[in-house]
């Protein structure tokens, strides 16, 4: 049952980005629940050379079956040429807080 569901990562370079992009999804009921975290430190690999940028952290919970509209919202709304959207399924969880994240996305 909780491999139904699972948690994406992305991550926008201000809080403003982030609370619009929070704000969308909700709107759109693709996700029952989205952590903001920020600001992060993300060093990374860009264009040959090593770059970091100071960036906030959506950590999004969804269904599996939602997850190809939801990249597609975010990529069609998001800041950066190649935006991180990474799913993590969700192995295991609280019976009642799965229930509620079901009953709460489309």
Known sequence: MSRAFVVVLTTVPNQLQAHRLTQLLLKKRLVACVNLMGPVRSF?????????????????KTRTAQFSQLQKMIEK?????????????????????LDWLRESVR
Do not use: C, M, T
């Open 44 to 60: 990374f690999w860009w264009q040959g050379k090593v770059d970091r940028a100071r960036e906030y952290l959506l950590l999004i």
């Open 77 to 97: 709304n998001h800041p950066y040429s190649v935006p991180e959207i990474i799913a993590l399924r969700i192995l295991k969880g609280n019976k009642p807080y």
